[in-house]
C-alpha cells in the first residue's frame, strides 16, 4: 500500500510520518533548516502486518502544490493531516479537493498536535473536518487525534493503517508495465535510477524498457521494490529501477516521464477527457481556456476546449485538452488542472481518448464515442463503441491505450470481429461486419448490372462505397477473407462476383463487329493498329480501344503491346508456328528472324510477339533465341 499525506504546511505532516515509520522524510538540508517539506519524501516500513507501506510525504506549502501533485498519483489511501491548533486551512481545502479530484477515496485524517487542544477544541475542529469532508471521496473518514511528542493515538493510527493494508487489493499486475517518474538521480557505482509508483504492470530484472515520451530504451540492471532489493517489481509499490541504455542518465529522465512496456510508447499531445470544474472557479471555462495540466508527475501547459458548450464552476462535462508538449499517459489516468499561474486548482478529471480528433470534435456521433469510452471496464468499453458511429475501432490503439496486458485483451475481445491489417487491427461488432458483406455484395451486384462491360469495380472504390469505411490495410485483410470464402473474385485491381461475366452494350458489340475483319484472314498476323482503324472508320481512338481492352478481358483477343491486338485463334495459331519451326531446327531453338518469315510480318512486331509470349511464360528465352515451355504450350489453348 502507498500512502500518501495531506495537508497545510506546518501541520506535521514528515514529523508524523517519522513517528510512524523511525524515517525522516525530509531529505535535503534546505527542509531541515526551514522547517518545511519542500521535495517529496519517501518512508518505508511494516506496521505488523508482514507487508511493507510505503509512505510519500508532500510539501503543504501552496508554492509546493505541484511537487505535492507529483506525489498524489499512484497513492492508494490518503493521510490527511490537519492540526488540531490551526483547524482546516487552505491548503488543506486544496489538497483534499485535490485527492478528490484524482479519485482517492480511501482516507485517514490525523488530528496532529493534540497535545496543543483541549477536548472542547478538538470537538470542534473534528465537526469542521466532517463538514469539510461532506459530499468528497473522504466523506466519513475516520478522524484520529495523534500527537508526536506525547506519542498519542501513535499506536491507533499505526493500528489503523494496518487494517487498511490488509484490505489493499492487488492493482492491475497483469497489465502492461507502466511506473510514473517522479525523481530521477546517479549512485555512484550504479548508475541512472529512476524512482516512481508502478502503476500497472510487472518488471523484472533484465526486461527492456521505454522512457517514454522522449522514446529512449533501457534496460532494468537492478530493482528495488518498497525500499528493498527484489528481483521483480508489482504494480501498486514504490520502485527504484536501476536503468542502463544508450543516452540514459540523470538529465535525459524527467520528473513527469514514464517507463513503460515498449508496446505502450505513443506519446500524445490532445486528449479528450471528463473535467469536473471546481465551485470555487471564478469564471466559466470557455474554448482554448489556458491552464497547466497535472499527470502523474508530468506538468505541461494546455488549452481546454468544452466539447459541450462552456463550463460554469462546479459543473462537469466532457472537453479536449490540446497539449503545449507530448506526455505518456493511458485512458483512465486522472488528472488535475491548474491555472496558469499555479496560484489555484481549476479542477480535474480522467482521460478518455488518446488519439482525438482535431475537427468535428464536437459532433453528436463523437460525443456518443467519448460516452462509451467513460465505461470502466475496457470489454463494455469497446462493446458500447463499437454499435455507435463510425462502429470501427482501431482495437491496437484501444488496447495500448488501456495499457491492456494479452490476457485482458483476449477477454476484452471476445465475441469480437477483428480484422488484422499486419501494422494494425482494428474491431468491429459481428453485427456490423455481417452488414459491411451485405453492402459489399449489393454495391457490386449494381455496378454489374449498371456497367455490365466493365470487368469489376477497382478495390479503392470500393472501399469508399462501404459503411463503415475501413482504413486500406483493414479492408485489404476484409477482402482476403471475402475472397477466401467464394464471395468476390479478385482480378488484378478490379473486384466482381464470381458469376460476373463482362457483357458488350449493344453499341460497344457493333463497333467490335467491325473490327474482328480487320483482324482476320489473310491479314491476321499483320493487324492494323488502333489508332489506323480509328482514323480510317472516324471513330474515337479511346473507343476502339476501350472495346478491344474489354474483349480481351473476355478472352476474345490478345492485346500484344499498347497499339497492337490479335485475335484469341491467331495468338494460339503463332504458338504452334513457334512449335513447328522449334521442331524444325538442329539445335531446337528459334530465331526472331524465322518467325518473322513464317508470319510475313517485320522484325519489330515480330519482336513485339515473341516478348509476349516471353512475358506470358509461354516461350523460355536465351538471349535473341526462344523455345517452347511444355508446362505453358497450352496457354492460349
Not at 372 to 382: I, Q, S, W
Request: hydrophobic share 45%.
Amino acid at each position: 500500500m502507498i500512502v500518501g499525506t495531506a495537508g497545510h504546511i506546518d501541520h506535521g505532516k514528515t514529523a508524523l510520518v517519522r513517528a510512524l515509520t523511525g524515517v525522516d522524510a525530509d531529505r535535503l538540508a534546505e527542509e531541515k533548516a526551514r522547517g518545511i517539506t519542500i521535495e517529496l519524501g519517501f518512508a518505508y516500513a511494516d506496521l505488523g502486518t508482514g507487508r511493507i507501506t510505503g509512505f510519500v510525504d508532500v510539501p503543504g506549502h501552496e508554492r509546493f502544490v505541484h511537487t505535492m501533485l507529483a506525489g498524489a498519483g499512484g497513492i492508494d489511501l490518503a493521510l490527511l493531516v490537519v492540526a488540531a491548533d490551526d483547524g482546516v486551512m487552505p491548503q488543506t481545502r486544496e489538497h483534499l479537493a485535490i485527492l478528490d479530484l484524482l479519485g482517492v477515496h480511501r482516507g485517514i485524517v490525523a488530528l496532529s498536535k493534540a497535545d496543543l487542544a483541549d477536548q472542547a477544541r478538538r470537538d470542534a475542529v473534528t465537526a469542521e473536518i466532517a463538514a469539510l469532508l461532506d459530499g468528497t471521496g473522504l466523506e466519513g473518514a475516520p478522524v484520529l487525534p495523534v500527537s508526536t511528542v506525547t506519542g498519542e493515538g501513535i499506536e491507533t493510527l499505526r493500528a489503523a493503517l494496518a487494517d487498511a493494508e490488509t484490505e489493499t487489493g492487488a492493482r492491475a499486475a497483469e497489465a502492461r508495465f507502466r511506473l510514473g517518474v517522479d525523481r530521477s538521480f546517479t549512485l555512484k557505482g550504479a548508475g541512472t535510477v529512476v524512482t516512481g509508483t508502478v502503476l500497472s504492470g510487472r518488471i523484472a530484472v533484465g526486461d527492456m524498457v521505454t522512457v517514454s515520451p522522449q522514446g529512449l530504451t533501457a534496460r532494468v540492471r537492478a530493482i528495488h521494490a518498497q525500499n528493498q532489493p527484489v528481483q521483480v517489481g508489482l504494480a501498486g509499490q514504490r520502485c527504484a529501477l536501476n536503468l542502463a541504455g544508450e543516452r540514459i542518465d540523470r538529465e535525459a529522465i524527467r520528473r513527469g516521464d514514464m517507463v513503460v512496456d515498449p508496446v505502450l510508447h505513443a506519446p500524445t499531445d490532445r486528449i479528450d477527457a471528463h473535467l469536473r470544474v471546481l465551485g470555487s472557479e471564478p469564471r466559466p471555462i470557455g474554448t482554448w481556456f489556458p491552464a497547466r495540466l497535472h499527470s502523474g508527475a508530468a506538468e505541461v501547459g494546455a488549452r481546454i476546449v468544452p466539447l459541450e458548450g462552456a463550463l460554469d464552476p462546479g459543473e462537469r462535462g466532457l472537453v479536449q485538452l490540446v497539449l503545449d508538449q507530448p506526455i505518456a499517459a493511458a485512458v483512465g489516468d486522472r488528472y488535475i488542472l491548474r491555472d496558469v499561474s499555479v496560484r489555484r486548482t481549476i479542477g480535474g478529471g480522467a482521460f478518455l481518448d488518446l488519439r482525438p480528433p482535431a475537427r468535428r470534435r464536437r459532433t453528436p456521433e463523437r460525443l456518443a464515442q467519448l460516452q462509451a469510452a467513460a465505461r470502466p471496464d475496457p470489454a463494455e468499453a469497446l462493446q458500447a463503441m463499437l454499435v455507435a458511429p463510425p462502429y470501427v475501432i482501431d482495437l491496437t490503439a484501444f488496447l495500448r491505450d488501456r495499457a491492456l496486458g494479452p490476457d485482458e485483451a483476449r477477454r476484452v475481445t471476445e465475441g469480437v470481429t477483428v480484422l488484422d491489417g499486419g501494422t494494425a487491427k482494428v474491431a468491429l461488432s459481428p453485427l456490423t461486419y455481417r452488414g459491411l458483406v451485405a453492402g459489399m455484395l449489393d454495391t457490386l451486384a449494381r455496378f454489374h448490372e449498371e456497367a455490365p462491360e466493365m470487368q469489376g469495380l477497382g478495390r479503392e472504390r470500393l472501399r469508399l462505397a462501404l459503411t463503415p469505411r475501413l482504413p486500406k490495410e483493414a479492408f485489404a485483410a476484409f477482402l482476403a477473407e471475402r475472397i477466401a470464402a467464394g464471395d468476390i473474385v479478385a482480378e488484378g485491381a478490379f473486384l466482381r462476383l464470381p458469376g460476373h461475366v463482362v457483357r458488350l452494350s449493344e453499341e460497344d458489340e457493333a463497333l467490335y463487329a467491325r473490327i474482328v475483319p480487320e483482324l482476320s484472314g489473310e491479314a491476321r498476323f499483320r493487324p492494323p493498329r488502333v489508332r489506323d482503324m480509328a482514323t480510317a472508320w472516324h471513330v474515337p481512338e479511346a473507343d476502339v480501344r476501350r472495346v478491344l481492352r474489354m474483349a480481351a478481358r473476355q478472352g476474345r483477343v490478345d492485346q500484344i503491346r499498347n497499339d497492337h491486338f490479335f485475335l484469341r485463334g491467331t495468338t494460339a495459331e503463332m504458338v504452334r508456328i513457334i512449335a513447328d519451326i522449334q521442331a524444325q531446327a538442329p539445335d531446337g531453338w528459334v530465331t526472331a528472324a524465322a518467325f518473322r518469315d513464317r508470319v510475313q510480318n517485320g522484325r519489330k512486331v515480330a519482336i513485339e510477339i515473341l516478348d509476349f509470349y516471353d512475358r506470358q511464360g509461354v516461350t523460355l528465352r536465351r538471349g535473341d533465341l526462344r523455345r517452347i515451355n511444355p508446362h505453358r504450350a497450352d496457354l492460349f489453348g
